[in-house]
């Protein structure tokens, strides 16, 4: 899932890559990118999960800085009562 809106050629091809990596991971998330700045959203299924994403894109070449807003499912399905 993209989010992102481009003018830079590197950041739409690190965008690309990055979704394509996730998508391998079995997960949909939002990814926005600026200048090599990678901002993910979304819903993971565990914790682990979350920091297997995180380190998967900082080890991407291109990628300067990662900034994880991803939540965890069970700490959502708990705030919203389910």
């Known amino acids: 899932m993209t989010t992102g809106k481009h003018t830079d050629p590197k950041d739409v091809q ?10 391998q991971m079995g997960t949909e998330l939002h990814v926005l990118i600026k200048d090599g ?5 979304g819903i993971a299924d565990d914790f682990k999960t979350k920091r297997e994403i995180d380190t998967l894109v900082e080890g991407i070449g291109g990628v300067r800085e990662v900034i994880n807003k991803i939540v965890v499912a069970s700490v959502t399905d708990h705030i919203n009562g389910t």
């Open 14 to 23: 690190l965008e690309a890559l990055i979704q394509e990596r996730i998508r």
């Open 37 to 41: 700045k990678v901002t993910l959203t």
